[in-house]
């Protein structure tokens, strides 16, 4: 993730935590209470309570959701836990919560919370070096400092390892290699362990070969059976690089009420029923301070995100690019999780805030309300109704089915498009690197067609925005990724322009027609 756009989203939340404790009433910090152990545990489902009983405004939350709905904002969904009841869950347009989402950067968190299992089996600890797990492989830059490099430092964004975020390019280098983990152990070492805060994926991706070195099954085996199946959860799938370690730094999919389980557990130090799934240990460690994530509004833990240290309810974070978010606030005893494909936490902080009744005293009931936010949770989800499409210009009969191959450029090689019918357009497109073309169906109509069947999975959904230019809204989705493109055609030319909302990429090529 970006350092801008992680800015952005934490400095939001920190905003929406200061509101909801002035308006539950508490003017100065004070320490979080102790949570009581629920009464239940969500292993096999959630139980519900009205948003009145957990302290919300059920009719201003149905307005928020439906508000949300109408102005596009790019959130997948919405789910509030409050004493252990769900008070919102929500789900938009185009995602409906039945299929898992990708958790981007959760995952970390996720990462580090198996690592901390793992260490409280006895299969490793955190002052073991990196280097002692892979003693068959021959390691460059092999110094001092790298045969210093521990399992905390990993955990903590400290290794020292040379690593650039911007634009992901030390990840990219990686995975454009045959071995991601012989890539990072060859990394340079650039500051001694433990002295700076780096965002380095590939770094937290050893963690996952540690793991598997460790214990002998994957990341995803080892959760399976130690966390996910003790949870209750039962629907998770986790990309993995080309020898099988689960990808360290992201890429796990989880519905949405899977995640808030994650939350939940940390919400009660590790316990889950009558079993101490990680150790309170782990977790009070994991949720300290370990260095300043320079630039950041908060810290660093072991992957989880630490409020600032004036912050009225104190949070811990599961953050993930695009809007995937796990944030436990004990203060309030609330898990928030949010998915989305470039949402900002400031753009639904209004509404949420509006909801806000009273977090200490009791509200009265509201059942018109609960129909109404019952109403709304059902809305929101349904694909608008489709719009009237409009004639088309004259040039899409010279275009269709053309191929236009574009000038050298990294990003793609051709692109077509075809009408298929009054409501619907093919668009096909070559991404360098791809052994295939991507075939992508588009409706006209303003509701967005899933990909042909064997194709690259996404949705797609454009309109004609004059007589020369046709735009395309594409969504990756279930991946993460989502892409306006504005295709613009005079003559036998074509000005193709690309941008990627969640990572903030553009480009802009320029192509003609293929020669016969």
Same mark, same amino acid.
């Given at each position: ?356 009744? #009273? =977090?200490?005293?009791?509200?009265? &009931?509201?059942?018109?309300?609960? @129909?109404?936010? *019952?109403? +709304?949770? /059902?809305? %929101? ?36 498009? #075809? =009408?298929?019918?009054?409501?619907? &357009?093919?668009?096909?497109?070559? @991404?360098?690197? *791809?052994? +295939?073309? /991507?075939? %992508? ?76």
């Amino acid at each position: 993730m970006t350092t801008a756009a992680l800015i952005r989203r934490s400095a939001s939340l920190a905003c929406l935590a200061v509101v909801l404790s002035a308006l539950a009433g508490c003017q100065a910090a004070r320490p979080a209470p102790i949570i009581p152990e629920p009464d239940y545990w969500p292993t096999e489902g959630w139980r519900s309570a009205t948003p009145e009983e957990l302290g919300f405004l059920s009719d201003k939350m149905a307005d928020g959701l439906l508000a949300i709905r109408q102005e596009d904002i790019p959130i997948h969904s919405l789910t509030i836990i409050r004493h252990g009841s769900v008070a919102v869950d929500a789900y938009f347009y185009p995602y409906d919560g039945s299929t898992v989402h990708d958790l981007a950067s959760v995952t970390k968190s996720v990462m580090t919370t198996l690592i901390g299992i793992a260490i409280d089996q006895g299969k490793l600890r955190l002052e073991d070096t990196m280097v002692s797990f892979f003693p068959d492989r021959t390691i460059a830059h092999l110094d001092d400092r790298k045969e210093r490099i521990a399992v905390e430092h990993l955990v903590s964004m400290s290794s020292g390892l040379e690593c650039v975020e911007a634009l992901e390019a030390t990840q990219q280098e990686m995975m454009a290699t045959e071995d991601w983990v012989q890539f990072t152990l060859d990394l340079p070492v650039a500051w001694e362990p433990g002295t700076k805060f780096v965002y380095c994926n590939p770094a937290m991706h050893l963690l996952s070969a540690i793991l598997k070195q460790a214990t002998g099954m994957t990341a995803l085996e080892f959760a399976q059976v130690n966390l996910f199946e003790p949870l209750g959860i039962h629907d998770a799938e986790w990309a993995a690089d080309p020898q099988g370690n689960n990808y360290g730094w992201g890429d796990l999919f989880l519905k949405p009420q899977a995640a808030a389980k994650i939350g939940f557990l940390w919400l009660h130090q590790g316990k889950w029923e009558d079993e101490q799934i990680i150790s309170q240990e782990w977790v009070q460690a994991a949720s300290q301070r370990r260095l300043s994530a320079t630039g950041r509004p908060e810290d660093y833990g072991y992957a989880w995100w630490i409020s600032a240290k004036d912050e009225t309810f104190p949070f811990v974070m599961a953050s993930g690019v695009g809007g995937q978010n796990i944030r436990v606030f004990p203060g309030l005893d609330m898990v928030i999780v949010t998915t989305g494909e470039g949402l900002e936490m400031d753009m639904i902080n209004p509404y949420l805030i509006a909801s806000v009744g #009273d =977090f200490e005293n009791p509200l009265p &009931a509201n059942p018109d309300g609960v @129909v109404a936010l *019952e109403a +709304a949770e /059902r809305e %929101v989800p349904r694909p608008p109704a489709a719009s009237p499409v409009a004639p088309l210009p004259e040039i899409a009969r010279t275009i269709a089915g053309k191929t236009y191959t574009f000038e050298p450029n990294p990003l793609a090689d051709w692109f077509r498009l #075809d =009408f298929v019918s009054e409501a619907e &357009a093919m668009m096909e497109l070559r @991404v360098v690197g *791809e052994d +295939a073309a /991507r075939v %992508v169906r588009i409706g006209l109509d303003g509701i967005y067609r899933t990909a042909p069947d064997g194709a690259r999975p996404g949705l797609a959904r454009g309109t004609w925005v004059d007589d020369k230019t046709f735009v395309v809204h594409y969504s990756t989705f279930p991946d993460l990724g989502y892409y306006t493109l504005r295709a613009t055609f005079e003559g036998e030319g074509l000005s193709l322009t690309l941008n990627e909302r969640i990572y903030g990429l553009s480009a802009a090529l320029e192509g003609s027609i293929q020669g016969p």
